[in-house]
């Protein structure tokens, strides 16, 4: 419990670090993050609830962006992302860590494992072939969804476990080496949510066990991003306020519906997020190659 209280304390000084960062830095160059604020509330509002949910926010924020015309500037769109859903995230994070009983060692070495994947994976990565991976991973998601239907229709009771909250033995290590191959993933903008989900339920584990953990991961890698992208001046502020504003509600609303479903819903819930992500990852790549083949 106590690493868990240290953990919680930790997400809150990151809250405080970014916030005070963040007012230093709008007060230094006169910046007001409040333009826009009710495009930048319900972009917020609704992208942030959807990322609680496990679906992500960069897809749908950067449709959003291009939408409401709120980020003119591709260039600008990894950096005001990051910044803008960092405190949500957080939110998420300790959320998460206060309702969902997870055992201090899985969520802690899986959650580094993302974070030192993360680190290295720019180098790894700088020679793979973007489309081919997100061909490969959304295929990989689309089979283990049709899996885990085949398990709920045939063994509707099997491998459903509310009571056991971490990995054990091999099976530590093998998701220790999972989510280190996750996070190699992120740095090519491959999201952690879909794969986490989904690793979870194939071990047996209630999906709700991964959400501490896949928000940590998250909460990490955002927080030391976000500082090196504000100094960088990467950061659209049109909007910003309304951003982290509707953000923030969003994933309250968003934490009290996940908390309040039964298991057996919240299975068929990872399903629908899984095929979704693991279309999109499909869809993408062809996209990508053509983008590729053009130039």
């Known amino acids: 419990m106590l690493i868990l209280r240290l953990i919680q304390a930790l997400l809150v000084s990151a809250m405080l670090f970014i916030f005070f960062m963040l007012v230093k830095h709008l007060k230094k160059n006169k910046i007001n993050p409040f333009k826009r604020f009710w495009t930048g509330f319900w972009i917020g509002l609704l992208t942030d609830a959807l990322d609680t949910l496990g679906i992500g926010s960069f897809a749908t924020t950067t449709t959003c962006f291009k939408l409401t015309k709120l980020v003119t500037d591709d260039r600008q769109l990894p950096g005001t992302m990051t910044v803008a859903h960092v405190l949500p995230v957080l939110i998420q994070s300790l959320c998460f860590i206060f309702v969902v009983k997870v055992e201090v060692l899985t969520l802690l070495a899986m959650a580094a494992a993302a974070f030192i994947g993360a680190y290295f994976g720019t180098h790894i990565t700088k020679n793979w072939h973007a489309p081919t991976v997100q061909r490969i991973l959304g295929s ?22 509310d009571n056991i909250h971490g ?3 091999i ?11 996750v996070g190699v993933l992120m740095t090519m ?30 909460a990490m890698i955002m927080t030391a991003s976000s500082s090196q992208f504000i100094k960088a001046n990467r950061v659209s502020w049109d909007g910003f306020a309304g951003i982290v504003s509707g953000g923030i509600i969003g994933v309250l609303l968003a934490v009290f519906f996940l908390t309040n479903l039964d298991i057996n819903s919240l ?29």
Do not use: C
């Open 267 to 295: 299975k068929l819930l990872v399903i629908a997020i899984v095929f979704f992500t693991g279309g999109m990852l499909i869809r993408s790549s062809f996209t990508s190659h053509k983008q590729q083949t053009n130039r």
């Open 171 to 181: 099976w530590l290590f093998v998701g220790i080496g999972f989510n280190f191959i």
């Open 167 to 169: 990995l054990h033995g």
């Open 140 to 161: 990989l998601l689309i089979i283990a969804a049709i899996i885990m239907i085949i398990r709920i229709i045939y063994h509707p009771g099997e491998h459903l476990s």
């Open 189 to 218: 903008g491959l999201g952690n949510y879909a794969p986490e989900l989904i690793f979870f339920s194939l071990m047996g584990l209630s999906p709700t066990v991964a959400m501490p953990v896949m928000m940590l991961d998250a």
